[in-house]
């Protein structure tokens, strides 16, 4: 048998165990949510909160979405938060210290990102650090560049024209001016289809499942597993640039101290959604249903006026609910 068909065959089964339960679970969640919220204030439903809530998923969507691929793997990144204001601020540096063009501030920000992510798929697969270890090092490293490089000030992007448009701007609502559909979230759709067909149909996906399913079979199949994990690693890095350049352009400015807590909303939207934190499993459109939740959550508790510190308190508690429901659905199958 080839070492391509020994991974499919390892990690076929995986990614449609138990999925469709958990995401109509998720996604039924997500409706009462919205229905506990209608009824609990009337300015929920707005036109312009339901546009707040979009933005921040655009956000957290992608970071979520970065978060999925080495969570499938059955690592974890926790510098995702961090890797997002780095990216945020090499396009400061690139577009208002340098005066460079705005391409050119855009390719920066996510080839750091790619570069930040080759650095931790290394330490993981290279130096065999483990996961968490190695991404809270790298995390650290990150805040603190962040805070040198800015020289611990705000990058804001007056002189850059079109930057806010990037996320704020609405090409759809140009076309059609009824939906006013920020390119945020377009974007946000955008890397969700290209993260889907990778997984789906990429020997990158195959292998991305196979390394969370059994990764020590795959290796002695005669895989290089070190060289897809490390691509695993990078293409997240990447998409965390692209998650920079979107919170950056909405608040028009890089803030150096900004990432910090965004990777717990990440890796609570991937496991509400159905990621296995132990690996080998996982959906995009799992991912994204999580990370509207978490954003529903989190505007109709701020509504609320429920304190900041209450808002953390229910955002750890549905980390460990989501886990415990993982734990409870491997246990069954």
């Given amino acids: 048998m080839s070492t391509t068909a020994t991974a499919q065959t390892t990690a076929a089964p995986t990614p449609r165990f138990g999925g469709a339960q958990h995401k109509l679970l998720a996604f039924a969640s997500l409706i009462v949510l919205v229905a506990v919220f209608s009824i609990a204030s009337p300015n929920f439903m707005q036109t312009s909160n339901i546009l707040a809530i979009l933005q921040a998923t655009s956000v ?11 969570i499938i793997t059955g690592g974890i990144d926790l510098s995702v938060g961090t890797l997002m204001t780095f990216c945020a601020v090499i396009a400061g540096v690139v577009l208002t210290y340098w005066g460079l063009p705005l391409p050119l501030g855009i390719v920066g920000a996510i080839l750091a990102g790619a570069v930040c992510g080759f650095c931790s798929g290394s330490f993981v697969a290279k130096l065999k650090i483990p996961p968490f270890i190695a991404t809270l090092g790298m995390m650290l490293i990150l805040k603190g560049l962040s805070l040198v490089i800015s020289g611990t000030r705000p990058i804001y992007f007056n002189d850059t024209p079109g930057f806010s448009q990037i996320s704020l701007g609405s090409i759809v609502g140009s076309i059609v001016p009824s939906v006013p559909l920020p390119n945020g979230v377009l974007i946000l759709f955008l890397v969700a ?4 067909f990778i997984l789906s149909k990429t020997a990158l996906g195959r292998y ?24 695993v ?8 640039g692209i998650a920079g350049l979107l919170i950056a352009s909405r608040l028009n400015s ?53 304190a900041q510190e209450w808002q953390t308190v229910v955002t750890g508690s549905i980390i460990i609910l989501a886990v415990y429901i993982d734990m409870l659905r491997r246990r069954r199958f």
């Avoid at 296995?276 to 509207?292: D, E, K, M, P, Y």
């Fill in 60 to 70: 957290n969507g992608v970071l979520a979405i970065a978060a999925t691929l080495v």
């Fill in 233 to 240: 690693y990078t293409l997240s890095g990447a998409i965390c």
């Fill in 193 to 196: 289809i290209a993260v889907s």
């Fill in 254 to 306: 890089a803030q150096p101290a900004l990432g910090q807590g965004y990777e717990l909303d990440a890796i609570a939207a991937v496991v509400i959604g159905g990621t296995s934190l132990s690996g080998g499993r996982g959906t995009v459109l799992g991912t994204l249903i999580g990370a509207l939740i978490m954003s529903v959550l989190l505007n109709g508790l701020r509504i609320l006026s429920v």
């Fill in 208 to 231: 991305t499942f196979a390394l969370g399913s059994n990764e020590e079979a795959v290796r002695l199949s005669g895989v290089n597993t070190d060289r897809w994990k490390i691509a």
